[in-house]
């Protein structure tokens, strides 16, 4: 069965955070990010280099600021499109003096849930 990433213990630290949000590159792509887009979309918009956009996408990806999705097509060949999946982000200072990180999600509906789950059984398969 595959888990909701979002309900899993694996959360990014308050430094993996830090480091993708102090990335003028990733701070770029969220801006541009109104809407759910593609590699090629973002590129135009972002005027980031394709290989370099690539690599900002995974940061913010593994930060789990950024969602991928992947638009099935009849032709085969698929779509993965990049949307923003947080809508705010907080850092506490704990008794230990360690930073923590909060993160609020945006509400999904059924089929952004099924949407999400089919993309982690292609990436599985």
Known sequence: MVRDRRESANEPSAAEICAALDDPDCREIIRQLAEPMTVAELTDR??????????????????????????????????????????????????????????????????ERLAELWSEVRKET
Do not use: M, W
Request: proline letters at 3%.
């Open 46 to 111: 972002c005027e980031i280099p394709q290989s370099t956009l690539y690599r900002k996408l995974e940061v913010l990806t593994e930060a789990t600021l950024l969602e991928e999705s992947t638009d099935i097509r009849r032709d085969g060949h698929h779509a993965t499109r990049y949307a923003i999946d947080f809508t705010n982000i907080g850092l506490e200072l704990e008794d230990d003096r360690s930073l923590s990180v909060t993160i609020d999600r945006p509400s999904r509906t059924a089929d």
